[in-house]
């Protein structure tokens, strides 16, 4: 049985011939595409742009590469080497090849212009759908020349004419000259005048340049090829367009010839492109193997990788050995957790990245081949910016492709982005790698690229890789830029104004409440994030209020106890003026209370401030510069109300992390001081016991009237705070200063337990256990929700999750006592099942609905069992 060529029905029709190497067909095949200067397209088998591929081969092919330059180099040259990638196609083949080298920094170009970076230099891409390119280091010094100039290695995926090449050449030696260049690509195509014009070029301005390529070859293309290839392409476009009989017919006419007819009986029971195909996709392979429809799509969830803090997504901005050998020690932890996500039923999986993000996915791709062994067929591919017929033949490269809307807010304005060969190609799951900067609204559009996968695939998981920014070089002895001030009551908050200053911008006049339902459908699907809203604020009942006002009788003395105990080991070990931050809103009236602890027991006037941080994006980068900018970051106490299982512990340490990395920066201590411990996450806490603090019964009316803090682009610049509410209308109800008068009016009775407690834990092993979050990860496998994020531990997050989000069921240690009365009140008014178990560490866990949809509850906003 003969094998079929990718490049045969390109070859048939308009007579475009490849000739070179024998491994040249195995390597490329040929498309059509909408372009004026350039109909045809090589199609790269190994690149992991077009063509879905296992990420081991595409990632091997430029390692290979980088080896052989290498070896021409030399080990000492080549660790002095810079290596620069095109974009869109070769800035994963270009990294490759940089890890190739070993030791060499990576800088691939861009057409995204990033604000707060000078370009470094640009050119031109003579045949490319988008021209400019540019160069965005972060170190002005990588692309320097000279003397003792290093070489400059250039990738492309393919090296046609060489104009591309050239363009970079010149516009680099003129501002920075070297003594040597290699070209490196997968194919060489050039015509023997090309060649002869690199030549030349070279003797021209004195330089020596070498060329590595995998295989060479020529495309012979006949008289006219660029005007009949643009009217075939218009008449497939035509014939594609026209209505579900007539399409058929124009599928088998196209398809006509060795392997048209073949194929037609096939085609015909599967005619029409389905939903988010593009009907350039050909008459099938649109639905895929999954038997989805648009009405049925595949489930979306959001996989939190844990991306390494200060490593670059990529080259666009540099990427250097020490950056190279963070990612190696982080990828084998992302693997695993994309491969939790995905769990055990599905066996074909494509990682899918995103135009000029091809490297992280493409390493994410090889680590999970690694993690789910021979059994698992992952492949891996990304979109693209440029436009190509598809046609639905074993003869042609690109059989489908699927259209949407661009997501990146790209400088040239919104236009369509395409993913090709992913319809119908049979993946049981699909998991989606982009950037920050690209997870935006667009993406998760009814029309975007999350929707169009949901409908060709069992599953869809977005990973999100944080977009890196390039730290400023400020100049010598610069000030510090304007920044916001502190809000403070009564203007913000009903707290006292010497209490906090609140790091916050003030968004009371904006509408950003939503229904408790539709905000959990938005935020389990992956179409929002949690901190873009607000819920509406729970309005207590008269009973509720109640059980809150003796809850805070009972419990008053033995809060006070906590509130000494954890200021005076903060004051002894960060001491002696430390500066309180706490994480708004739980953590804002402990910090209060330690305030007023150290004033009554110290006379010490602390200063205290409230900041926000968001789970999987991160503390207000602003307000830590505010903060720098006022006092000694190594001062700063960062405060919390309690533990749950260790998600804002760790997404503190990462954050600040990153901000030192990004900002330059340094001196903050990401341990957070808590009121309660019981998740055994920290080392400074009052107290490891799991008992009902009643200021999590309520919400602003016990935290100075002031809401969650929201985070969303349209609200939140790069110099803002992030924003908050203040409820003002609900001064009425407002308890804020009854909780702050109830539990310091018992700071006397507690002084005394107080001393021998912090005597105690400051001679004590107070490691954090993590006790938590295994049982937070054992809950979560045995309820099967298999998504620690919708398991939420202590009596404190219980309460949240009871009153902000859309309970499932409680668990409920069994024996818990008075401490557990408002929650089996909330349970009931929520129509949520409370169950007792044993081998609890805390006195409850809350567990929201999985696979949430708005069928999950009643009109009565009560939960509906078994839903």
Known sequence: MDVVWSGDWVAERLGVALEGDGELRELLGLALRRNPKRAHLLVSNVLGKHVPQKPAVVYGAGYGLGERVRALLGAEEARRAVVLGYAETATGLGHAVADGLRDAPYLHSTRRPVAGVAPAGGFEEAHSHATSHLLLPEDPELLAGGAEASTLVLVDDEFSTGNTVLNTIRALHESHPRERYVIVALVDMRSPADRDRLTAFATEIGARVDLVTRAAGTVSLPDGVLERGQALVAEREAEQASPPGQAEQAARAGGAGRAGRAQTRARAGRAGAGAGADPSAGVGRAAGDSGRTPEAPAPLTRVDLGWPAGVPDGGRHGFTPAHRAALEEALPGMAERIAAALG???????????????????????????????????????????????????????????????????????????????????????????????????????????????????????????????????????????????????????????????????????????????????????????????????????????????????????????????????????????????????????????????????????????????????????????????????????????????????????????????????????????????????????????????????????????????LRADLVGPDDFHGA???????????????????????????????????????????????????????????????????????????????????????????????????????????????????????????????????????????????
């Not at 005394?752 to 496998?781: M, Y």
Request: charged residues 25%; hydrophobic residues 40%.
């Open 344 to 710: 055990p039923e599905p066996r074909r999986i494509l990682v899918l990245g995103f135009e000029e993000l091809m490297y992280a996915p493409l390493r994410l791709g090889t680590a999970l081949e690694e993690t789910l062994g021979a059994d698992t067929d992952v492949r891996y591919s990304t979109t693209t910016r440029s436009p190509v017929l598809a046609v639905d033949d074993p003869g042609y490269a690109i059989r489908t492709r699927l259209v949407f809307p661009a997501h990146d807010a790209p400088a040239d304005g919104p236009g369509d982005r395409y993913a090709y060969n992913v319809a119908g190609a049979g993946f049981d799951a699909v998991v989606a790698v982009v950037d920050s900067a690209a997870d935006t609204p667009e993406l998760h559009a009814p029309d975007g690229l999350l929707a169009r996968l949901a409908a060709h695939t069992g599953r869809v998981l977005l990973a999100v890789v944080p977009s890196y920014t390039p730290r400023p070089t400020p100049a010598p002895h610069q000030e510090p830029s304007v920044l916001p001030e502190p809000l403070r009551g009564p203007a913000f908050s009903s707290y006292a104004p010497e209490d906090v200053g609140w790091l916050l911008q003030d968004l009371s006049d904006t509408r950003l409440e939503a229904p408790t339902e539709e905000r959990e459908e938005a935020i389990q699907s992956g179409g929002a994030h949690y901190a873009e809203s607000l819920p509406v604020e729970y309005q207590p009942s008269a009973a509720y209020q109640a059980l809150f006002t003796a809850a805070l009788d009972a419990s008053a003395a033995r809060i006070a106890r906590a509130v000494g105990t954890v200021t005076e080991t903060v004051l002894a070990e960060r001491g002696p003026r430390p500066v309180l931050v706490s994480l708004a809103r739980a953590g804002t009236p402990v910090g209060v209370l330690m305030r007023h602890w150290a004033r009554h027991r110290h006379g010490l006037d602390l200063p205290h401030y409230a900041v926000s941080i968001v789970r999987g994006r991160g503390i207000d980068a602003t307000a830590l510069r505010w903060l720098a900018a006022h006092h000694d970051p190594a001062d700063v106490v960062f405060v919390d109300g309690w533990t749950g299982k260790g998600a804002i512990t760790r997404e503190l340490a990462a954050a600040i992390s990153a901000f030192e990395e990004s900002s330059g920066i340094s001196g903050f201590d990401p341990e957070i001081a808590v009121l309660a411990d019981p998740g055994g996450c920290v080392r400074t806490y009052g107290t490891r016991e799991d008992f009902l603090i009643p200021s999590a019964c309520l919400n602003s009316t016990v935290s100075g009237l002031i809401s969650r803090t929201v």
């Open 725 to 867: 509410k203040f409820y003002r209308e609900l001064a009425e109800a407002d308890v804020s200063g009854d909780f702050l008068a109830a539990v310091s009016a018992r700071f006397d009775e507690v002084a005394d337990e107080v001393d021998a407690a912090a005597k105690e834990l400051l001679a004590a092993d107070r490691a954090p256990t993590w006790e938590g979050w295994a049982a937070v990860e054992r809950i979560s496998e045995e309820y099967g929700i298999h998504d620690v994020n919708l398991v939420k531990p202590g009596v404190g997050e219980t309460t949240r999750v009871l009153l902000r989000r859309v309970p499932w069921k409680i668990l409920a240690r069994r024996g818990a006592g008075a401490d557990l009365q408002h929650i089996r009140l909330l349970a009931e008014q929520r129509g949520v099942p409370v169950e007792e178990v044993d081998d609890l560490p805390y006195s409850c866990v809350g567990l929201i609905h999985p696979r949430y949809t708005r069928g999950a509850t009643g009109a009565d906003g009560k939960a509906v069992q078994g839903a």
